[in-house]
Nanobody, 115 residues
Framework: QVQLVESGGGLVQAGGSLRLSCVASGQVFRIGAMGWYRQAPGKQRELVATIRNGVETFYGDFVKGRFTISTDNAKNTVDLQMTSLKPEDTAIYYC?????????WGQGTQVTVSS
């Protein structure tokens, strides 16, 4: 009953930046928290960042101050601003939310960082 659609991925050179956006639709009033995960080939999906109530944030250790998560309630979106990108950041990035004890995932957007 909640749909998530990501956008903003692409190819960028090391040191560059990208801004990912996720648009939620459906029963958005039931959403408790939103976030971003990523998965590279051959690796487990890992947490990038989460945000709850528009202010409570949590970041993966690898971010080291480079990424910022934010929400825009008027547009029902959650964004991830990524700067100082590294080749190791290359992965598919997935939008995530939990609503009434159910997990929802977007289809993912590819981020590729070249050397």
């Amino acid at each position: 009953q909640v749909q998530l659609v990501e956008s903003g991925g692409g190819l960028v050179q090391a040191g560059g930046s990208l801004r990912l956006s996720c648009v939620a639709s459906g029963q958005v009033f039931r959403i408790g928290a939103m976030g971003w995960y990523r998965q590279a080939p051959g690796k487990q999906r890992e947490l990038v960042a989460t945000i709850r109530n528009g202010v409570e944030t949590f970041y993966g250790d690898f971010v080291k101050g480079r990424f910022t998560i934010s929400t825009d309630n008027a547009k029902n979106t959650v964004d991830l601003q990524m700067t100082s990108l590294k080749p190791e950041d290359t992965a598919i990035y997935y939008c995530y939310t939990n609503a009434r004890y159910i997990d929802y995932w977007g289809q993912g957007t590819q981020v590729t960082v070249s050397s």
